[in-house]
């Protein structure tokens, strides 16, 4: 119970400092998808990495906002937990998807990623979006 706790105080925190800060540094986080190619429809993985320039990265979740018709997230988040890299400067998740229908299909995945930025003893709440190209068939 505690722990749900902590989640929401930092998810509340999050929104307050983002409003206050406005615009984020937009070299500051960079993200980028890069997703499996398919020969024909199944599973999908889809890996998101997230890097921080002069920065160390102390927290941070990523969300699928958004597929293509012919693809399904398994999941829509993954947290810090789940996360299969944790450097300073550098965090990598996987993420699972499933494409249906027939034969050839193309289109995007785009996701979310939050995070928590320090430099120094100062740390701020910052986010970005990156999309990753899928394709299905030959």
């Given at each position: 119970?505690?722990?749900?706790?902590?989640?929401?105080?930092?998810?509340?925190?999050?929104?307050?400092?983002g409003e206050a800060?406005?615009?984020?540094?937009?070299?500051?986080?960079?993200?980028?998808?890069?997703?499996?190619?398919?020969?024909?429809?199944?599973?999908?993985?889809?890996?998101?990495?997230?890097?921080?320039?002069?920065?160390?990265?102390?927290?941070?979740?990523?969300?699928?906002?958004?597929?293509?018709?012919?693809?399904?997230?398994?999941?829509?988040?993954?947290?810090?937990?789940?996360?299969?890299?944790?450097?300073?400067?550098?965090?990598?998740?996987?993420l699972g998807l499933?494409?249906?229908?027939?034969?050839?299909?193309?289109?995007?995945?785009?996701?979310?990623?939050?995070?928590?930025?320090?430099?120094?003893?100062?740390?701020?709440?910052?986010?970005?979006?990156?999309?990753?190209?899928?394709?299905?068939?030959?």
């Amino acid at each position: 119970m505690r722990r749900i706790g902590q989640v929401l105080a930092l998810l509340a925190f999050l929104a307050r400092a983002g409003e206050a800060h406005g615009d984020p540094d937009p070299t500051a986080l960079r993200a980028s998808v890069t997703c499996d190619h398919l020969a024909a429809p199944g599973r999908l993985r889809c890996d998101v990495e997230l890097r921080t320039r002069d920065a160390t990265l102390r927290w941070a979740d990523v969300s699928v906002v958004e597929v293509a018709d012919f693809i399904l997230p398994l999941r829509g988040r993954a947290g810090p937990r789940e996360a299969t890299t944790h450097e300073d400067d550098l965090w990598r998740w996987g993420l699972g998807l499933v494409t249906r229908g027939r034969g050839r299909g193309e289109g995007d995945v785009t996701v979310r990623v939050r995070a928590v930025v320090c430099r120094g003893e100062e740390c701020v709440p910052e986010q970005t979006t990156a999309r990753g190209h899928v394709l299905v068939g030959p």
